[in-house]
């Protein structure tokens, strides 16, 4: 795995100097992100339909999807989508011998790609770096996309309620990367990048726009410090 040693450019960009590193950057700055793993992973294999289709929107490199595939197998058939092109390459590159996982572009502000309904939609770590006017409209699309009795799995950052509490998370997330070999500098120099590009939204708010989504069952799966997941659930119509 190669080590993330700090992200250099004035502003964030999913570029291969992110790619060479995000699966070291996420296991040193995602609280429990072992956990976080595992929780999509079982999530989505209990609502996966056999001959259905699980599509991951923000595939990156490929790691949420990998172990859906590796227990499912040619069950179903697997669909990633990404804007960033380095992304796109390591996750051709980690199912090219794959033929039932199709990896292609696609940037999400121009709504769903075209593909045949779907038992399972991933949003991990996605959904925070979409700008905020188009994501109503994103999840209202996925829901219609969703097989009746389809989930959505999303993995946000996520604010406080509370100012000094969102504070003291903050803070204490910060620790976390430092423990984790982050320099200050390094803290700082990303979270100045990300300014304006990552921008995470109040759990209630999360909540809020996957129920204006018309998502019936909406429930909290997953919550480490600053970071947060849901499953959304279209039920079946009555």
Same mark, same amino acid.
């Given at each position: 795995m190669t080590q993330d040693t700090g992200y250099t450019a004035p502003k964030w960009v999913f570029d291969s100097e992110v790619a060479n590193v995000f699966p070291n950057m996420l296991e040193r700055s995602i609280p429990g992100y072992r956990s976080m793993r595992e929780v999509v992973t079982r999530t989505a294999v209990k609502y996966a339909r056999r001959n259905g289709t699980i599509t991951d929107l923000g595939v990156s490199r490929g790691d949420a999807i990998a172990p859906i595939v590796e227990q499912c197998q040619e069950n179903n058939t697997y669909r990633g989508f990404d804007i960033s092109e380095p992304m796109l390459t390591a996750a051709r590159e980690t199912f090219r011998a794959t033929p039932y996982v199709h990896i292609d572009?696609?940037? *999400?502000?121009?709504? /769903?790609?075209?593909?045949?309904?779907?038992?399972?939609?991933? *949003?991990?770590?996605? /959904?925070?770096?979409?700008?905020?006017?188009?994501?109503?409209r994103l999840l209202s699309d996925i829901y219609e996309r969703l097989e009746d009795g389809g989930a959505l799995i999303i993995i946000e950052k996520v604010l406080a309620d509370d100012t000094s509490l969102n504070t003291r998370l903050g803070e204490m997330y910060y620790d976390l990367k430092r423990d984790n070999g982050y320099s200050d500098a390094m803290i700082d120099r990303k979270r100045l990048a990300l300014e304006g590009i990552l921008v995470p939204l109040r759990s209630s708010e999360n909540e809020r726009i996957l129920r204006a989504a018309k998502f019936e069952a909406v429930e909290c799966i997953w919550r480490y410090l600053n970071f947060a997941g849901w499953v959304a659930v279209k039920c079946p119509t009555k």
């Open positions: 572009g696609h940037d *999400l502000r121009d709504g /769903l790609p075209d593909t045949e309904p779907w038992s399972v939609a991933l *949003l991990v770590l996605t /959904l925070m770096f979409v700008p905020t006017e188009y994501r109503q």
